[in-house]
């Protein structure tokens, strides 16, 4: 994968308005994808403070939305 679209996804990733369904319709990558990919690429104490931002967040799981 080109490093400017992983780039980019990372950049969808930390934002709070993009939703790991908006990635996935972009990128084809799930939300599991990219957890590994974010593990991968971000410093471990950067990942976990990503994990612990979007975990239960309502506007990165499309299916939180609807509640």
Known sequence: ????????IIEMAWDDETSFDQIKMLHGLSEKDVIKLMRRELKPSSFRMWRKRVSGRVTK????RKK
């Not at 799981?61 to 939180?64: A, D, G, V």
């Open 1 to 8: 994968m080109e490093q400017e679209i992983v780039s980019e």
């Open 61 to 64: 799981h499309q299916e939180l």
